[in-house]
T-cell receptor, first 112, second 115 residues
Framework: GPKVLQIPSHQIIDMGQMVTLNCDPV?????FYWYKQILGQQMEFLVN????????KSKLFKDQFSVERPDGSYFTLKIQPTALEDSAVYFC??????????FGAGTRLSVL | QEKVQQSPESLIVPEGAMVSLNCSFS?????SIWWYQQHPGKGPKALI?????GNKKEGRLTVYLNRASLHVSLHIKDSQPSDSAVYLC???????????????FGQGTSLSVVP
């Protein structure tokens, strides 16, 4: 089936540094999402993105977070600066419509 | 704020058994209810969705939705070891004209099918 690729699978950084998580969505998909999963907890919605714009974001999407998809390539989540509580697995998803989401395998972010 | 609760937390069954997974949600106006399967180290994969009250069957999977009781269940017939995974229930809140799908997930049920 359609594949969403996330790079890297694991990233370790020091608190206060900037990090960019990359997502290569399915090529003809139009809707993009980021979800956050803290160890042992459920996946939670962060943000959705369509036509170059953030359409909706949750209270977890702090001011230090930003998303973009420059030139229709990778869909990125940038955190600047990072905090200890940002340690989690971040899942990217893309969708051809507003219904079926296809998820990547996630990037595990460890903030030290 | 939509809330999704799943039970049981974990389940171990012998190969060939019927598996029943439960999910309750808080908003009867929620649009669609999805079941996702997640293997270790992988992202969730959509299995089946339902919108209308009643049941829907796809292969070995059957899902039942009762909006009045805010309950949905997933049944896996003739379970196989390859079905071993975490099963996530996800609810799509009622979509307003200016918003897009955002799934609210439960905490998952870990299923082990033993040969």
């Amino acid at each position: 089936g359609p594949k969403v690729l996330q790079i890297p699978s694991h990233q370790i950084i020091d608190m206060g540094q900037m990090v960019t998580l990359n997502c290569d969505p399915v090529s003809n998909h139009l809707y993009f999402y980021w979800y956050k999963q803290i160890l042992g907890q459920q996946m939670e919605f962060l943000v959705n993105f369509y036509n170059g714009k953030v359409m909706e974001k949750s209270k977890l999407f702090k001011d230090q977070f930003s998303v973009e998809r420059p030139d229709g390539s990778y869909f990125t989540l940038k955190i600047q600066p990072t905090a200890l509580e940002d340690s989690a697995v971040y899942f990217c998803a893309s969708s051809p419509d507003i219904n079926t989401l296809y998820f990547g395998a996630g990037t595990r972010l460890s903030v030290l | 704020q939509e809330k999704v609760q799943q039970s049981p937390e974990s389940l171990i069954v012998p190969e060939g058994a019927m598996v029943s997974l439960n999910c309750s949600f808080s908003d009867s106006a929620s649009q669609s209810i999805w079941w996702y399967q997640q293997h270790p180290g992988k992202g969730p994969k959509a299995l089946i969705s339902i919108f209308s009250n009643g049941n829907k069957k796809e292969g070995r999977l059957t899902v039942y939705l009762n909006r009045a009781s805010l309950h949905v269940s997933l049944h896996i017939k003739d379970s196989q070891p390859s079905d071993s995974a975490v099963y996530l229930c996800a609810v799509s809140p009622l979509i307003a004209s200016s918003s897009f799908s955002k799934l609210v997930f439960g905490q998952g049920t870990s299923l082990s099918v033993v040969p």
